[in-house]
C-alpha cells in the first residue's frame, strides 16, 4: 500500500463509519451520539433507534444546548445519495465535536434489519437478502 493511500484510507475511516459497526457500538454501550439530521417528516416516517433528531439546518442552535461536546457524535440521512449527513458533519465540526458520518444512512440501516423507530414506536425489522445475508 502506497504512504498517499494508506493515509487516505486511515482519514476516511477516522470521519467514517456504517451502519453494522453503529449498532455494534450501540450494543456495546460505547459513549456516542447517534444524530438523524433530516426533516421532521423523514424522522417520524422512520429512524435508527436510539438516534436523536437535530436536523443540520438546526445544529449549531441546538447542539451547544442539548448536547455534551465531549461526546462524540455520528451523524447521518437518508441513503448514500443525499449529503445531509456531510452538511451536518460539518456544523458539529465547527462546534468542536468529535464527529463521524454513517455511510448508507438510514437506507443501509433499514435494509440491513436494524431496530428503527416510526412516530409512533417500532417498525417491523426487514432483511433486505441483497445487503445482509440471512439464514
Not at 451502519?19 to 417528516?41: C, H, M, N, W
Request: aromatic share 10%.
Amino acid at each position: 500500500m502506497t504512504t498517499d493511500a494508506l493515509a487516505y484510507f486511515t482519514a476516511k475511516l477516522a470521519h467514517e463509519t456504517d451502519p453494522s459497526d453503529v449498532y455494534a457500538a450501540q450494543k456495546a454501550g460505547e459513549a456516542f451520539t447517534l444524530i438523524d439530521v433530516r426533516s421532521v417528516d423523514a424522522w417520524n416516517q422512520g429512524h435508527a433507534a436510539g438516534a436523536v433528531h437535530i436536523p443540520y439546518r438546526d445544529i449549531a442552535r441546538r447542539a451547544p444546548s442539548e448536547l455534551d461536546a465531549a461526546v462524540p457524535v455520528v451523524v447521518y440521512c437518508w441513503s448514500p445519495g443525499c449529503n445531509a449527513g456531510a452538511k451536518g458533519a460539518v456544523e458539529f465540526a465547527k462546534l468542536g465535536f468529535a464527529v463521524r458520518e454513517m455511510i448508507g444512512g438510514y437506507e443501509y440501516w433499514a435494509r440491513e434489519g436494524l431496530p428503527v423507530e416510526g412516530a409512533d414506536g417500532p417498525l417491523p425489522r426487514i432483511f433486505d437478502p441483497l445487503v445482509m445475508h440471512v439464514r
